[in-house]
């Protein structure tokens, strides 16, 4: 069983520069939920697709948007780099809802903006 | 919305040592995990708890939903126990149903 992979695991990038993160489902999930986690704080949902759709967000800007594919991947876009968005970001792949059923993370990855 | 508070923030223990980790929450909730996040950074699923009590190896976790706690037991503690339990529940807010995280306890297990 192949569990939950994100793609880089370190990032750096200017301010006002774009980022796509990447995530692989473990098998037979078909939920993936995206979350923002900054130094010395609890991850913080930003959004869940499932069926390639967007059913499920946090008190995130629009400059964070991301992609479902038909295999179960992912994608996290940000827009117009701030400071504030330096954290590490983690995927989590479910067989449901991402806030009932068990989550299964990725190692994450590190974004620092300067 | 749902706030989630962890107590205590910080512990430290010798390997052996047993304890206790609490996760309060202001709502009744119907989801409640626990997640490990070890050093490097990497979250583990440790139980899905919605209510009652479970049991793996040394660590077991009881939920009381209707009291609005949570809590996590680790017995005979080893020094890969390191590193930051967080406690989720379900919320809503904006619309949405989503999973909320307490700001974790950071245990460390010295030799």
């Known amino acids: 069983e192949t569990g939950v992979t994100q793609s880089p695991t370190h990032l750096i990038k200017t301010r006002g520069q774009q980022v796509t993160l990447r995530c692989s489902s473990q098998?037979?999930?078909?939920?993936v939920s995206w979350y923002q986690q900054a130094l010395g704080q609890g991850p913080q949902f930003i959004f869940q697709?499932?069926?390639?759709?967007?059913?499920g967000r946090g008190n995130f800007p629009p400059r964070f948007s991301g992609l479902q594919f038909p295999n179960y991947s992912s994608e996290l876009n940000v827009n117009a780099l701030e400071l504030d968005d330096s954290a590490l970001y983690l995927c989590?792949?479910?067989?449901?809802?991402?806030?009932?059923?068990?989550?299964?993370f990725g190692n994450g990855t590190r974004l620092t903006v300067t | 919305g749902i706030q989630v508070e962890q107590s205590p923030p910080d512990l430290i223990l010798q390997e052996g040592a047993n304890s206790t980790l609490r996760c309060n929450f202001s709502?009744?909730?119907?989801?409640l995990q626990w997640f490990h996040q070890n050093p490097w950074g990497q979250l583990i699923n440790l139980f899905y708890?919605?209510?009652g009590t479970k049991q793996n190896g040394r660590l077991s976790a009881t939920t009381v939903a209707t009291e609005r706690y949570s809590l996590l037991y680790i017995s005979s503690s080893q020094t890969t126990d390191s590193g930051v339990y967080f406690c989720?529940?379900?919320?809503?807010?904006?619309?949405?149903?989503?999973?909320?995280f307490g700001a974790g306890t950071r245990l460390a297990v010295h030799p």
């Open positions: 989590a792949s479910s067989t449901g809802q991402a806030y009932n059923s068990p989550l299964h």
């Open positions: 098998s037979g999930h078909n939920t």
């Open positions: 697709y499932y069926r390639e759709e967007e059913n």
């Open positions: 709502d009744s909730v119907n989801n």
């Open positions: 708890i919605p209510s």
């Open positions: 989720a529940v379900e919320g809503f807010s904006g619309g949405y149903n989503k999973l909320i």
